[in-house]
């Protein structure tokens, strides 16, 4: 696969997981939170401790999800694989499992932490929806393209997990 294409390629595909991830985290916030009521942000279940699972399944999901989409598309040859290293981890899934806590200890631990220092009990709305998408999106542009490229490594026949 030529550079641009990869390029092109992995732009593309990280705007559509960025997309789809800033949706599916509005969703679950107002789902947890509720719409347009102050939100707690100490304790278990609240603004602050919500980061953890959001950073880990946000970047697991975009691994798997981009892995596998990119493995199906090399099979069917609407893909080239790039050439490179090897991924040190062959299984999309283990992958996954490694950027989400990657994501878990650089990501949503410190922000968890600073909004627990900063000593706010209740968080406005407004301001606590736009911090999880601003995170989930910066996860998802992250993790995406990773992801990606250590798909496009792959051996082209390697199976789908």
Avoid: H, N
């Avoid at 401790?49 to 399944?57: A, C, I, N, R």
């Avoid at 999901?61 to 694989?81: D, E, F, L, S, Y």
């Avoid at 250590?150 to 026949?157: K, M, T």
């Amino acid at each position: 696969m030529q550079f641009q294409e990869v390029r092109r390629y992995v732009r593309t595909e990280t705007t559509f997981s960025t997309i789809g991830s800033t949706v599916v985290g509005m969703v679950v916030f107002m789902f947890v939170f509720g719409v347009f009521e102050p939100v707690p942000t100490r304790g278990i279940g609240a603004y602050a401790f919500d980061f953890l699972p959001q950073g880990f399944m946000t970047a697991l999901i975009c691994a798997v999800a981009g892995g596998g989409v990119t493995r199906v598309r090399i099979r069917k040859g609407a893909i080239a694989p790039m050439a490179g290293p090897v991924p040190r981890i062959s299984s999309i899934w283990g992958r996954g499992i490694i950027y989400g806590l990657a994501a878990l200890t650089l990501g949503s631990l410190p922000v968890a932490a600073v909004i627990m220092a900063s000593g706010i009990d209740m968080m406005d709305w407004s301001l606590a929806v736009t911090g999880k998408i601003v995170f989930g999106a910066a996860v998802a542009m992250i993790v995406t393209p990773r992801a990606l490229r250590d798909a496009l490594r792959e051996p082209a026949l390697q199976s789908v997990d």
